[in-house]
């Protein structure tokens, strides 16, 4: 298995080149408490991640947060015109 596809991701750069389809799917799957396979792509385990974390069954960790925080600083998710 390729090193980086368990290896969480730490900045915005990184996160844009995730597919958002697979996050969504990864995250769900995380909140309910499903198994995440190793034959899931780094986009579907970092969503997996994240949803076990916003159920408490994963604590959050350092990059996860300062993901987050370079998420709002970037203004990332703002509607853009």
Same mark, same amino acid.
């Given at each position: 298995?390729? @090193?980086?596809?368990?290896? @969480? ?20 799957? =995380?909140?309910?408490?499903? @198994?995440?396979?190793? #034959?899931?792509s ?7 991640? #994240?949803?076990?974390?916003? *159920? =408490?069954?994963?604590? *959050?960790? #350092? ?11 970037? =203004?990332?998710? *703002? @509607?853009?015109?």
């Open positions: 298995m390729d @090193p980086l596809h368990r290896k @969480p991701v730490a900045t915005v750069a990184e996160l844009v080149t995730l597919d958002d389809a697979e996050m969504v799917d990864g995250y769900f799957d =995380g909140f309910a408490d499903e @198994p995440c396979g190793d #034959n899931r780094r986009a579907f385990w970092h969503g997996w991640r #994240n949803g076990m974390m916003d *159920k =408490g069954r994963l604590e *959050k960790d #350092n990059t996860a947060c300062a993901l987050a925080q370079e998420v709002v600083d970037t =203004g990332f998710f *703002k @509607p853009r015109h």
